[in-house]
């Protein structure tokens, strides 16, 4: 996209913006505005409406159309049919779009890579630890480091933990030897494929199955929701269920845009944020197991469960990832997260 689009779409939202808040902070149409313009809310994500985040999406749209009676427009764009990965945060930074839920890799680039900790192998054992760091002061910090970017991080969305997928077995480290598998643009992750064996390639999510296709990469990591509906499963002849990693989105907004709504409607917003949060949450395992299901019952794909022994194996081969990457992400922040995953344990 070029400059030039870029400043009309900035305009456009401007505008937008403007009309929005002139109408609604008393709560009436300014003098002599014949209709009240709604404030719209742009919400862009790269996956398929029918995936935990695409849900998620459409539940906060109907939710905040409803709790603001009309006054907010939500307008959910999926499948990376507004911006692709690489876009999609400068466009927020813009203007150009108000609300964004990128996967927390998306960050590091971007220049905040104290989020490239939720990618480490076997960082977190189970869903009560994630969600001691997600729900709690882990999370606030991190958040607060997006602010100088003029973004305002609003929620953590879960998607679960991935699998891996291949044209051959992936049984043991070994069987990753010279394969290019797809990752997401995060210094972790490269060092986690590259502890396999493997090659690490980086893709745009909506590049992956055609690359897949064509042999450009042999395979991939993802939760099966995103597998299955981007229909990767269909290039791809074996996924192992290894749980090694975790996927998840932060819903974030452009901050001057947020700040600048009125109060009641920032509020409204805000609750209706928390009840999607909680259905996103809520569904995310559901999905993704019903999503695996589909994937055997293809029967074009064998699904493989690692063996505790097999496991323990990727557990050795992934473990000094953690130490790889402390002087990138600050030995404190990973100690904090096994000790959050260790009081989870605990209870």
Do not use: C
Request: glycine residues 6%; charged residues 20%.
């Amino acid at each position: 996209m070029n400059r030039r689009t870029w400043l009309i779409a900035f305009a456009t939202v401007s505008l937008t913006l403007l009309a929005g808040v002139v109408a609604y902070t008393t709560g009436r149409p300014s003098p002599g505005a014949e209709t009240r313009l709604p404030i719209i809310i742009k919400f862009s994500h790269v996956v398929a409406n029918n995936t935990p985040k695409g849900k998620a999406a459409l539940r906060f749209k109907e939710l905040a159309e409803a709790a603001t009676h009309g006054r907010v427009k939500v307008e959910v764009y999926p499948n990376s049919s507004l911006y692709k990965d690489k876009e999609e945060l400068e466009a927020l930074q813009l203007g150009a779009v108000q609300m964004l839920a990128p996967s927390l890799a998306k960050f590091g680039p971007f220049g905040v890579k104290e989020f490239e900790v939720f990618d480490l192998p076997y960082i977190f054992p189970s869903k009560a630890a994630l969600y001691r760091v997600t729900q709690g002061p882990i999370g606030r910090d991190l958040f607060k480091k997006l602010e100088p970017k003029g973004i305002t991080g609003l929620a953590y969305w879960d998607n679960g933990f991935k699998v891996m997928s291949a044209n051959r077995p992936l049984h043991v480290p070994a069987d990753f030897r010279g394969l290019r598998m797809r990752i997401q643009s995060s210094k972790v992750l490269d060092a986690q494929m590259r502890a396999l064996g493997a090659v690490p390639q980086v893709l745009a999510f909506s590049e992956v199955y055609p690359a897949l296709q064509s042999g450009v990469v042999d395979g991939t990591e993802n939760p099966p929701s995103n597998l299955y509906t981007q229909k990767m499963n269909e290039v791809q002849k074996y996924v192992t269920v290894s749980d090694h990693g975790y996927l998840g989105y932060a819903v974030i907004v452009n901050k001057k845009f947020w700040e600048g709504l009125p109060e009641d409607i920032r509020a409204a917003l805000e609750g209706a944020m928390q009840q999607a949060t909680d259905y996103a949450n809520a569904i995310a395992q559901q999905e993704n197991d019903v999503a695996l299901a589909a994937v055997q019952k293809t029967g074009k794909t064998v699904v493989y469960h690692l063996s505790d022994s097999e496991k323990a194996q990727w557990r050795a081969a992934l473990l000094p990832v953690q130490q790889q990457m402390e002087a990138r992400l600050g030995k404190d922040l990973i100690d904090a997260l096994n000790h959050e995953a260790e009081a989870a344990e605990i209870k």
